[in-house]
């Protein structure tokens, strides 16, 4: 289990297990019982597990318990607890909708070969105001093939993160790929939502073909790299694809340049510095793509200064444009930002993870002894990202030794790019 977010709940197992089984009445804080059950992801055992089934029991309808029960369903189904089923289930039939959301989710990991239980799920399509998408995605996952009827007319349904989800989920139940070339078409979708949901159904339905509409789809680095990984990894794995037709995809994305992406949105007229810079704020990252290609077109002049500013404002604390500005600053080569973006690369906080790879790459434009330590020390990670950043940062400064240490990692993409470069070098 990953627990590198358990920072962020300042408490231990067993703060939190008491914290979930005291009355909402006595708590001074009406949230802890919810962090708690978000906190005890980190700690699966017989106890815990019993102590959120417990929690799914307490039917109080007052908000904090409401999203405390949901909390607990969700972490259940992250343990793949196969005893927590019965209590879940019973969530089905629950007046919110979004503790309904959570148990069929939460079923889908667990896992089911039961009809009777399938079968209510499958219902759920015909109850108003549910989360379809999630219902879909899960009748699929858990391959139950009489659920194809159901699920066909959401193809024309008015919300395309549903349409998308259907279209994906009929491919693997009824084998109709005739609608698949649509979900191409919502890598192209104005609405941010769509574009990173489809990105999921492409993974869900192991579409080989769509890596390089992927790698450029204006959504956040997160989401194209988890696509391409996931599709990458299955197909070199099938035999499907050789190493080398993924990693110019691969490239892509880290170096995550907006010039090599399909942006969606334009300006109606030459926006001011002033705007372009908020744009890098924005939580619609095609927007903060388009605002940084921009700005390095028409705004290149003093721009690593106006970055600094902005840097000190805001910058510093906002994850997104945090990300934007390193980035920024490498492309401009702005020497004057080394020690921020040393700073970047050295921030364990997971908020500012993916700065770290943006840090690398910016970082080896100025080379030199003390930018190759810190890259020899970042490239032993886990995080897939910053070490595929180190090893083109490397590569661009010519350390083949370090580079060779990563051939046989145990990340099939980690190691055939540690090969490919070798095999490439001068």
């Known amino acids: 289990m990953d627990k590198r977010f358990s920072v962020l709940f300042n408490i231990t197992e067993e703060t939190a297990l008491r914290l979930l089984q005291t ?65 879940i289930r019973k969530c089905l039939a629950d007046d919110d909708c979004y503790t309904v959301e959570n148990a069929v989710w939460a079923i889908g990991e667990i896992g089911t070969t039961d009809e009777s239980l399938l079968q209510e799920i499958t219902a759920l399509l015909a109850k108003p105001g549910q989360n379809y998408r999630v219902i879909i995605q899960t009748l699929a996952r858990l391959h139950y093939q009489p659920a ?86 299955n197909a070199i794995t099938q035999g499907v694809k050789p190493f080398s037709e993924i990693e110019p995809y691969l490239d892509q994305v880290i170096y ?100 770290r790879a943006a840090a690398a790459l910016a970082l080896a434009n100025f080379g030199g002894d003390t930018v190759l330590h810190l890259l020899r020390k970042n490239v032993h990670t886990d995080i897939f990202d910053l070490k595929y950043a180190c090893l083109l940062a490397l590569s661009q400064l010519g350390d083949w030794d370090t580079i060779s240490q990563f051939c046989d990692d145990s990340d099939i993409l980690i190691s055939e790019k540690a090969k490919s470069i070798l095999s490439k070098k001068s």
């Not at 699966?44 to 909390?71: F, G, H, M, V």
């Not at 070339?181 to 941010?192: C, D, G, I, M, T």
Request: aromatic residues 10%; proline residues 6%; contains cysteine.
């Open 256 to 355: 995550d340049d907006p010039n090599t992406l399909e942006l969606v949105h334009e300006y109606d007229a030459p926006p001011t510095i002033h705007f372009l810079l908020q744009e890098l704020y924005h939580t619609d990252f095609g927007r903060c793509y388009l605002a940084a290609k921009t700005l390095l077109q028409s705004h290149s002049s003093g721009l690593g200064e106006v970055l600094m500013e902005t840097w000190r404002q805001e910058a510093h604390n906002d994850y997104g444009a945090h990300y934007h500005v390193i980035r920024l600053w490498g492309r401009l080569k702005y020497q004057p930002a080394f020690d921020l973006l040393v700073e970047a690369l050295e921030n364990t906080a997971p908020q500012f993870q993916k700065s």
């Open 148 to 233: 194809a009827s159901s699920i066909r007319p959401f193809l024309t349904y008015n919300d395309d993160c549903v349409v998308s989800a259907a279209i994906s989920a009929l491919a693997r139940l009824a084998g109709d790929y005739s609608p698949v070339s649509r979900l191409l078409e919502f890598l192209q979708s104005p609405n941010v939502n769509v574009r990173r949901g489809v990105i999921q159904d492409l993974m869900d339905l192991n579409y080989y073909p769509a890596i390089p509409a992927i790698a450029s789809c204006p959504v956040s680095i997160v989401f194209r790299l988890r696509g391409i990984r996931h599709l990458g990894e």
């Open 23 to 87: 009355p909402l009445e006595e708590l001074d804080d009406p949230s802890a019982r919810y962090a708690a059950a978000c906190h005890l992801v980190h700690f699966k055992s017989p106890r815990t597990i019993r102590a959120l089934i417990e929690a799914i029991e307490n039917c109080d309808d007052q908000l904090y318990n409401r999203i405390t029960r949901r909390k607990a369903i969700e972490t259940l189904g992250r343990f793949k607890a196969q005893e927590a089923l019965p209590v």
